[in-house]
């Protein structure tokens, strides 16, 4: 692939503990801001973006774990960072952070 860089896209299409334990995580979390948003804040989840939204996530980053691709999928949780950031400062207005943003 990139002969002299140690870079080995082989490696990437593996599991190994971290990688399954951040997916187990990313899950976990996915799932619990389901239960806890319909509980506590329904009337800020849509259906597209917020159930299968989360839905289609859960499949997919179980799928690719259990297709030995953990290390590869793991690495797209940085992609999720805005997300976090902007939800945060939609549940908890004194937390926004518009400027972040443009």
């Known amino acids: ?3 002299g860089l140690g870079f080995n896209e082989k490696k990437l299409l593996q599991n ?3 990688a ?7 899950v976990w979390y996915l799932i619990c801001d389901c239960v806890v948003g319909f509980f506590f804040y329904s009337n800020m989840i849509g259906f597209l973006e917020g159930w ?9 980053y179980l799928y690719v774990m259990y297709a030995g691709c953990g290390i590869a999928a793991s690495i797209t ?3 999720e960072t805005p997300q976090i950031i902007l939800g945060l400062g939609h ?4 937390l926004r952070a518009d400027r972040l943003f443009g």
């Open 1 to 3: 692939a990139f002969p």
């Open 16 to 18: 190994d503990e971290a």
């Open 20 to 26: 399954e334990m951040s997916i187990c995580f990313f």
């Open 52 to 60: 299968i939204h989360h839905t289609f996530y859960i499949g997919y």
């Open 77 to 79: 949780f940085a992609i």
């Open 91 to 94: 549940v908890f207005p004194r």
